[in-house]
């Protein structure tokens, strides 16, 4: 199973980004997917995470900006960010966990200017 990540990049203070995680198998699966992010220097910490059921879980810092959604026939996990804020400026990794394994992208960079 392969992730690669895409959407990433330079954006100003208030805009917006979409972030899509792609995987090589289906997910119809799943048993929860989840979007990272590491800061430089600082440790990589859980964003957004959507559980087998359709729970949806957000890290105080994105609640009401950031929105995660799966898409079985598309195989792919998105991560909406509205309002992007400096502070959100980090490499971005999707996390998809499987009954028989667990998996990682390879990491989007998302910069927002102040």
């Known amino acids: 199973v392969q992730l690669v990540e895409s959407g990433g990049g330079l954006v100003q203070a208030g805009g917006s980004l979409r972030l899509s995680c792609v995987v090589s198998g289906s997910i119809f699966n799943f048993n929860a997917m989840r979007w990272y992010r590491q800061a430089a220097g600082k440790q990589r910490e859980l964003v957004a995470a959507?559980?087998?059921?359709?729970?949806?879980n957000y890290a105080d810092p994105v609640k009401g900006r950031f929105t995660i959604s799966g898409d079985n026939a598309k195989n792919t996990v998105t991560l909406q960010m509205n309002s992007l804020k400096p502070e959100d400026t980090a490499v971005y990794y999707c996390y998809i966990e499987f009954p028989l394994g667990n998996y990682w992208g390879q990491g989007t960079q998302v910069t927002v200017s102040s």
């Open positions: 959507i559980i087998r059921g359709g729970t949806t």
